[in-house]
């Protein structure tokens, strides 16, 4: 290894590179939390418009379907 001394401006820069990394990772880890969130409340809506729209066609078929039979039922009379 070599002996050599290391400019002190150059270990000050480091420094100062490392504590603003170090300075920015709370703010970085609530940023992604917030999209994280954000995504996943997105998600819960999707689905819940989804689970309507299936809901929706269900009972649009089962109103087709009693109208059906109680047209048929005045046929037979």
Do not use: C, F, R
Not at 16 to 32: C, E
Not at 45 to 74: G, P
């Amino acid at each position: 290894m070599n002996n050599q001394q290391v400019n002190s401006q150059i270990i000050d820069a480091i420094t100062q590179s490392n504590v603003a990394v170090l300075g920015m990772a709370p703010a970085m880890a609530m940023g992604n939390l917030y999209q994280t969130m954000a995504n996943s409340v997105a998600m819960a809506s999707i689905n819940a418009v989804y689970a309507q729209q299936q809901a929706n066609i269900m009972h649009q078929a089962a109103t087709a379907k009693s109208v059906e039979m109680l047209l048929s039922l005045q046929k037979d009379m």
